[in-house]
C-alpha cells in the first residue's frame, strides 16, 4: 500500500512531501551513534514517503550537514529520491567558526555565497533544492540578497529560495526585489504556539498560495515532558480524546493532523530520530479533521473560547 504522504507543489519544478524531516538535532541524539543509523533513519523516510530533508548550516555546532554528507557518500544514489532544504545568513561563536567574536546574522552577498559553498561540500551535493535565510537580519540589504539568489540560481547550485522566521512585511521587503517568488516561509507553529495563524503569517502565505513550513511542530516535546506547564497540562486529554477517536497511535499525531488542517497547506517538521516514530507521523496525513475537533484543540491551547 503506497504512504499516505502527500505532496505539496512548492515551486513550478519542486514539490516536497506532506512531511519534512529536519536534522536539528542529528549529531546530539543517542539513537544516531554512526553513519550507519543515518542511512537507516533516511531510507525509514523515503520508504514512508518523506522525501523531504531541513538542514542548516548552523546545525550541531556546524556539524550535522557534514554528518548527513558521510552517509550520502556512500549511498549517492539517495540523492536523486529527495529534496534537500538548508539555510544561512546564522553565524554563531563556535571552534568551527573562529572568526565570530559574537552571535550576530550576516546575509551579505559573500556570506551567503561561502555558507552555499560549504553546505554543497558538506552535504556531498551539487546542487541544493532550497536555500532559506535563517532569521531575519536588521542589516540585511534586499538588494544584496537578491544578487547573491541570482548568481546562486544562474550557477545551477540553488533551484529556489525562501526565508524562515520571517514577519509579512519582512518577508514583502525580499521579495520586491526578486525575479522569482520566494517558495516558502520556515516558522515555529503547534498546539503550544500560535502565533502564525493569528499575525497574519499564514494569511499571507495562504493569500500568496505558499505552503509555509513548520518547525518545531510537537512544541519542542513539551506536550510529553513538561512539568506545571499549564497549557501542556491543558491541552494532553482533549488530544488523548483526538487520538482515540481518530485511531491514533498517539497525541503527536493529532498535533501534527491538527497543523495539516490548517488552510495554508503546511509541511511540518519533524525532529525524531526514531524510525517508528517517523512511521507513526505519517498517519497524520490521512486525517480528516473534523472542524469542531480543531476548534476544541484550539480552545484547549488558547485556554478560553473563541468570542
Given amino acids: 500500500m503506497s504512504p499516505p504522504v502527500s505532496r505539496r507543489h512548492m515551486a513550478k519544478d519542486l514539490s516536497f512531501s506532506q512531511l519534512a524531516w529536519g536534522a536539528w ?78 552571535n550576530h546574522y550576516n546575509t551579505s552577498k559573500a556570506h551567503i555565497l561561502a555558507s552555499v559553498e560549504n553546505s554543497l561540500r558538506n552535504l556531498t551535493t551539487d546542487s541544493i533544492d532550497m536555500l532559506l535565510i535563517h532569521r531575519p537580519d536588521p542589516l540585511m540589504i534586499a538588494d544584496e540578497v537578491a544578487d547573491a539568489f541570482n548568481t546562486l540560481r544562474q550557477s545551477g547550485k540553488v533551484r529556489h529560495f525562501g526565508v524562515s522566521n520571517f514577519t509579512p512585511s519582512q518577508f514583502n521587503l525580499l521579495q520586491s526585489r526578486l525575479d522569482t517568488p520566494l517558495a516558502t516561509n520556515q516558522v515555529e507553529c503547534s498546539v503550544l504556539e500560535l502565533a502564525p495563524i493569528f499575525d497574519g503569517t499564514f494569511d499571507q502565505m495562504q493569500q500568496k498560495r505558499i505552503h509555509p513550513m ?69 498517519t497524520s496525513c490521512s486525517v480528516q479533521f473534523d472542524r469542531q475537533d480543531w476548534f476544541e484543540i484550539l480552545v484547549a ?6 468570542p
Fill in 25 to 102: 538535532r542529528l549529531r546530539d541524539s543517542t539513537d544516531i551513534k554512526n553513519v550507519g543509523d543515518i542511512l537507516a533513519l533516511i531510507h525509514a523516510c523515503l520508504d514512508a514517503g518523506i522525501t523531504t530533508f531541513d538542514h542548516a548550516d548552523i546545525y550541531g555546532g556546524y556539524g550535522c550537514e557534514t554528518y548527513f554528507g558521510e552517509a550520502l557518500a556512500k549511498a549517492p544514489e539517495l540523492r536523486e529520491r529527495m529534496e534537500i532544504v538548508t539555510k544561512c545568513d546564522v553565524a554563531l561563536v563556535k571552534d568551527a567558526r573562529p572568526d565570530n567574536r559574537i
Fill in 214 to 282: 513548520i518547525w518545531s511542530p510537537l512544541g519542542g516535546a513539551r506536550l510529553f515532558n513538561a512539568q506545571n506547564d499549564v497549557t501542556a497540562d491543558r491541552l494532553r486529554p482533549v488530544l488523548e480524546r483526538m487520538r482515540d477517536k481518530y485511531n491514533l497511535p498517539g497525541i503527536a499525531e493529532v498535533a501534527i493532523a491538527w497543523l495539516l488542517r490548517l488552510p495554508c497547506q503546511p509541511v511540518p517538521v519533524l525532529g525524531t530520530m526514531k524510525t517508528h516514530r517517523i512511521i507513526d507521523a505519517t
Fill in 301 to 306: 491551547a488558547q485556554g478560553h473560547p473563541v
